[in-house]
Every structure is written in C-alpha cells, then in structure tokens.
C-alpha cells in the first residue's frame, strides 16, 4: 500500500476488501459468476497479489492450489457486477465495506469465462 496515500486505517479497509473479493473468487471457481471488485478494493487487491509468495500460498491454502489469474484491464463496464460482487462476499459471511464498492470497476472479470481477476 506504499504507492497510495493511506493512513493505516483505509489501508487496513482496502486490504480487508480486497482479501474478502480474492477468497470470495476462490471460494467460486468455476462458476463463471462475474465477479469483479470496485476500483478502490482493486488497489487492495493488486497489493496483495503482488506479493508473490504469500499470493501463491493464499492460492494453495484457498483454492486448492489452482492459481487464480490476473488479466488486467480487458474490457471496462457499468453493468452491476460491483454492487452484484459486494453482495455475493456478504452472502459468504464477509463484512463488506460497502463505501468502497461504489464505483465501478477498470477490471472484472478481466477474462469472461476463465477464472482470473
């Protein structure tokens, strides 16, 4: 979270979203839901994903060991899928900070069909 301005409590927010949307993804492989996480959640999610070890750990302990795949920035939209995603974490028993899910996102599903962020 270096590269943002965030004191350590948005941080700790941003992260927590961006794990709940990544386990939440994991928990929902394969079902081609459309998941996809608001812009602000994304920042959370790319640090995470960019700490490789500890990514491919959190993949082994949660999803099996199958990697779940970043593609970044295929197609943007507006169509819903944001708030949709929010809801399905809630649905999971996730807290969801529903003030950074509010705008759309710049990626999701990055790649329609295939398991990826």
Not at 31 to 47: N, Y
Request: charged share 20%; glycine share 8%; with cysteine.
């Amino acid at each position: 979270m270096r590269d943002y301005p965030y004191d350590s409590v948005m941080a700790e927010r941003v992260l927590g979203q961006g794990y709940a949307y990544l386990l939440t993804a994991m928990n929902h492989r394969g079902e081609s839901l459309g998941l996809a996480p608001s812009k602000i959640v994304d920042v959370g999610v790319h640090t995470i994903i960019l700490d490789t070890v500890a990514y491919a750990e959190l993949c082994d302990q949660y999803n099996d060991g199958h990697f779940l795949h970043h593609i970044p920035l295929v197609e943007s939209k507006n169509d819903g899928s944001v708030m949709k995603t929010a809801h399905r974490i809630a649905a999971d028993g996730w807290e969801v900070d529903l003030s950074l899910w509010a705008d759309a996102p710049d990626c999701g599903p990055c790649h329609p069909g295939n398991d990826s962020h």
